[in-house]
């Protein structure tokens, strides 16, 4: 009996320390307090270079518009970039189809920065492949924090944040 108590509080010991870690996601916690990855991408319609942001805070969010949470934080995205225009809010899309990507811009009316990124080498810099990942960058391109999966970008703790990062 004693050892099936053992056995029971081992297997919830463990369940506990990877349910602690499964949300890391590899979130590579050593970026924090670092210079973020500059790159720079081009899509035909829109070009990024994230080194032409320094001075400005950077909200960089990677998705797909196959991605279900990207979708459901994709309006808070778009309402923050109109809340607040002291920042900038940059969606890299990592789509697999071009036309897919434009589509969905389009049907949905996004109106803030976005460039398409097929072969996802701006994301491999920062180790983001599961989407919604999204970097706050201060002015001096450090960066303050990784948000994994779908967030409120709206939400007033995190306006107020921003708006304190900004200042």
């Not at 307090?33 to 805070?57: C, E, M, W």
Request: hydrophobic share 40%; net charge neutral.
């Amino acid at each position: 009996m004693r050892s099936q108590h053992t056995i029971r509080l081992c297997a919830l010991a463990a369940l506990a320390c990877f349910l602690s870690s499964g949300c890391d996601r590899d979130s590579r916690p050593g970026q924090l307090g670092h210079a973020a990855p500059v790159f720079s991408i081009t899509d035909g319609q829109h070009t990024v270079d994230l080194a032409n942001y320094r001075g400005k805070v950077v909200v960089l969010n990677f998705w797909a518009s196959w991605c279900a949470p990207c979708i459901e934080e994709m309006p808070t995205l778009v309402a923050l970039q109109q809340q607040l225009p002291q920042i900038q809010v940059i969606g890299v899309a990592s789509d697999e189809d071009y036309s897919q990507y434009q589509t969905y811009i389009a049907q949905r009316h996004i109106t803030m920065l976005t460039v398409f990124d097929q072969n996802q080498k701006s994301n491999a810099l920062y180790g983001s492949f599961r989407f919604p990942e999204t970097y706050i960058i201060d002015k001096q391109g450090i960066i303050r924090r990784k948000l994994i999966g779908a967030q409120d970008f709206t939400a007033p703790d995190f306006i107020a944040y921003l708006k304190k990062l900004a200042a």
